[in-house]
């Protein structure tokens, strides 16, 4: 009798232990993903994703992260702060995610750090307004480069060394917008230019003859527009209609490969930034590879960003030999040094991960580094 009960509780146990290794193994790390889906910059949101769901792909394939799967939750965001609050919101209380990817739309983004912060939830985005960096939060990190890394290079070739001293600016009416604006505004000035002109465009403008005619008479050297992609396109069309001869640079949305390929000939001659090309750095173009061989088209920026942010979080999760403990895992984030699709990246003191930028020019449809060679 002793021995069966001995042998009852022996396997008790055993089962005991086998399902709660069972179910530590079985749970997943579930990150969230709030991003516009639908809707005006759906395009760059949903080529952020392919990238993470990848890289989601790639690390479950391996074995995920001490023995846990990653588990991408996606939530439309719209562009819209309403929706990215909610599902913040939606993701911590009801998901009970620990980590967030998003927003690409900086007045999401800003929206949603205060909710993630609070909760001690890792918030990686991909928004460019300088005020994400100036929070002083502890578990938010950008992996977008921000108009603080792209712009400086850009009007240093283009004020400085072309000597395009007249400025006419314009931007859409949000965050990413006017500090991409000022970015650029106080580039000019610092090279001995000038901004002739600063306009701000409401969201989903088509119409831009105005603009276009009042800056004509302003007679700038130079033009530069923020958009996003659609809006982008109709103002380029409209400014080549209208016949401006000057020197014109756009915002990397406006000169990715859809709008490219939508402008054709439009597009030449125009100068922008980049901080991404699939044939930069040993990192890049396997990841090129890897892209390519899945989708049947190269890699873009916003697939890096995506697939950087999930290898970031990985990487430091198993640095930290943590999944859970946000804390430890934010702390490793900010030691990780090694070539990313970025080339040699690392996140500084505020959070913003550290890349190098390039000047390109738009030639037969493609953008070609003219500065830093």
Known sequence: MKKRTFFTILVAVFLAVTLASFSYAAEKIKVGFVMPLTGGVAYTGNLIKKGADLAVEEINAKGGVNGAQIELIPYDS??????GVAATQRLIEKDRVKFVLGCVCSHVTLSMMP???????????FSY??????MGYNFTFRDAPGSAITIPPLTDYLVGKKKVKSWSVLVINNDYGRGD???FADGVRRNGGKIVSYD???WGTTDFYPFITKIKGYKPE????TEYESSGIGFVKQLRQLGFKGVFSACDLIINDM?????????????????YEPDLYAASKAFDKVYFTKFKEHSQRNNAMGYSAVDILARAMTKAKTTTDTGKIAQAMKQLRYEQVWGPAYYDGKGQLQMNAYVVKV???KREIVYPK
């Open 363 to 365: 030639k037969d449809g």
């Open 200 to 202: 701000v465009i409401e």
């Open 115 to 125: 909710i993630t912060e609070e909760n001690k939830v890792i918030h990686i985005n």
């Open 78 to 83: 719209r562009c819209a702060p309403k929706e």
């Open 222 to 225: 130079g033009i530069r527009i």
């Open 259 to 275: 709008p490219l390929k939508q402008l054709g000939k439009l597009a030449d001659g125009i100068y922008g930034e980049t901080v």
């Open 181 to 183: 604006g000022d970015e």
């Open 129 to 134: 307004s300088p005020k994400i960096t100036q």
